[in-house]
């Protein structure tokens, strides 16, 4: 049987054709040189990587080395790889010999199947609720008969409810893993590699957080579905600044390693509402992420021209500045920003409303270059790949690309933020002002950013109310003169 390579994210059982199939892997330390990715997110990769090597044994071949190239001239027969999760993987082997390239895995929609639906749109925008309806009927779940469970086909309504007035959701923290040796022989790598000059990490050091096997994986997935699946739904949008796993699964990283199948995970959600453990908008909104929005991603990664990485549509050109891109929580007095980069620095992880409506809000309002913050993304979470944060960022997070994903900007004030979230009454700041010492810098930025991309957004019919609002703004000038100097100090 031709051995299979398996990248350092295609590490499930399901990436080999046979349970005795051999497998190489290769563990290049320039990737890590190249680029200073979070220190958690790379004791994750590498850890999993020779965990995977180490449950294969023998028939593994794992070779440590500077490239990929120079541990692939080791290599003396044929090879077959899974489709690789992006551009630049995906070109490195195309230009091997001997190296097949099978069809992608790990996603709960083939390329062929996607291909299909795009093309039977007839010209239509490739809208992610469609595509998402498409595949619970496709795949049979969350469906009775033709009709969606619990009689719609989503809850956001239901899933949008602001936190309850407690420090936490008051539910048990999720399942931790156990390091072990392997841990142990990764973490002093790391520190030797730092010390000799040959990396350099950003953010905090361990303990690992997220599951780096297929069984610690799969005890995740049977806590989250037992113990917090149950609380996701109301409150999946919401923030709490003393509780940064909220009722979220911490699944994304172990899916975007391929130890878990996306249909597996849905299925497991849906026996539980199925069995009556866990509410039908909780288990829906859980459903949607997993083979809606994530396989949407992925095949908007691939659909779009290669170019789609380098669209800047709004002219955003102010250089990301040093304090965020070091994750210097302590230098910012704004109470949500601060709350939120402490936490990327301390698990390289916050769930998709602070990556949305804080960080990535944040850069969007000060004009931030689209490429530099889709890189720090990448770079900075422990679930973060190209094909994720491509899409992800410059579509829906910095609207860079004109309106393919989103309908209009994920730009929001301090309004929002205060109503998601407990960050607000403690914040130096005030959410209902936007001039002045005490001006909140989303509620203020939020109008600057609309002032500065006026004649770009006119058209955007749902944005016509907040775009008449700045003729009504008597302090519009001085709001603009206040956020110009504000620049890229932190706020």
Same mark, same amino acid.
């Given at each position: ?5 398996? $990248? ?12 005795? %199939? ?7 330390r320039a990737v890590f040189a190249r680029r200073r990715f979070h220190r958690q997110k790379a004791h994750l990769v590498l850890s999993a990587m020779r965990h995977r090597a180490a449950e294969l044994g023998d028939q593994c071949t794992y070779? +440590? ?65 469609? $595509? ?32 309850? +007035? /407690? ?20 973490r002093h790598d790391l520190d030797r590699w730092a010390a000799d000059g040959d990396v350099a990490f950003i953010g905090e050091d361990g303990p690992r957080r997220f599951a780096a096997t297929r069984r610690e994986a799969l005890a995740a997935l049977r806590s989250f579905v037992a113990e917090r699946l149950p609380g996701f739904g109301a409150h999946e949008d919401a923030m709490l600044s003393s509780d940064a796993w909220m009722a979220h699964s911490l699944l994304s ?47 908007? &990664?691939? %659909? /779009?021209?290669?170019? &789609? ?50 960080? @990535? ?10 490429? /530099? ?7 900075? $979470? ?29 730009? @929001? ?40 991309? +006026? ?9 016509? %109310? ?26």
């Amino acid at each position: 049987m031709t051995r299979r390579w398996l $990248f350092g994210d295609q590490l499930g059982r399901h990436f080999l054709d046979d349970a005795d %199939q051999p497998a190489l892997i290769i563990e290049s330390r320039a990737v890590f040189a190249r680029r200073r990715f979070h220190r958690q997110k790379a004791h994750l990769v590498l850890s999993a990587m020779r965990h995977r090597a180490a449950e294969l044994g023998d028939q593994c071949t794992y070779v +440590r080395a500077d490239t990929y190239g120079e541990a692939l001239a080791s290599v003396r027969e044929s090879l077959t790889v899974c489709h690789p999760t992006t551009h630049a993987a995906l070109d490195f082997v195309n230009r091997l010999d001997d190296v097949e390239v099978l069809p992608a895995r790990g996603f709960a929609t083939s390329m062929e199947d996607f291909a299909a639906w795009a093309d039977g749109r007839g010209g239509k925008r490739l809208l992610m609720e469609d $595509f998402y309806r498409d595949g619970r009927r496709r795949l049979g779940i969350l469906m009775d008969g033709a009709d969606p469970s619990g009689g719609v086909w989503n809850f956001d309504k239901e899933n949008r409810q602001p936190p309850p +007035r /407690q420090p936490t959701l008051g539910i048990d923290e999720p399942w931790w893993p156990d390091e072990d040796e392997i841990d142990d022989e990764v973490r002093h790598d790391l520190d030797r590699w730092a010390a000799d000059g040959d990396v350099a990490f950003i953010g905090e050091d361990g303990p690992r957080r997220f599951a780096a096997t297929r069984r610690e994986a799969l005890a995740a997935l049977r806590s989250f579905v037992a113990e917090r699946l149950p609380g996701f739904g109301a409150h999946e949008d919401a923030m709490l600044s003393s509780d940064a796993w909220m009722a979220h699964s911490l699944l994304s990283a172990p899916l975007n390693l391929g130890l878990l199948d996306p249909v597996e995970v849905a299925h497991r959600a849906e026996d539980a509402y199925r069995a009556g453990d866990a509410p039908i908008a909780s288990v829906e909104g859980f459903v949607r992420q997993v083979i809606g929005w994530r396989d949407y991603v992925w095949h908007l &990664y691939w %659909q /779009q021209p290669r170019s &789609y990485r380098r669209r800047n549509e709004l002219g955003a050109t102010t250089a990301l500045p040093r304090w965020f891109a070091e994750l210097d929580h302590e230098s910012v007095d704004a109470a949500c920003l601060s709350g939120v980069l402490r936490d990327v620095a301390r698990h390289g992880w916050v769930h998709h409303i602070p990556r949305l409506m804080v960080l @990535g809000n944040y850069a969007m309002q000060r004009g931030w270059r689209p490429a /530099q913050v889709t890189d720090w993304f990448h770079r900075s $979470f422990v679930d973060g790949y190209d094909w994720v944060m491509v899409p992800n960022v410059v579509g829906m997070s910095q609207y860079a690309d004109g309106g393919v994903m989103a309908t209009k900007p994920y730009a @929001g004030g301090g309004a929002y933020i205060d109503r998601m979230s407990d960050y607000c009454g403690g914040c130096r700041y005030d959410p209902k002002v936007r001039v002045g010492d005490n001006a909140c810098p989303f509620t203020a930025g939020y109008w600057a950013f609309l002032e500065r991309n +006026r004649e770009k957004l006119t058209g955007n019919y749902r944005l016509a %109310q907040p775009l008449r609002g700045l003729d009504r703004l008597r302090d519009l000038d001085a709001l603009v003169e206040q956020e110009r100097d504000r620049g890229s100090r932190a706020p």
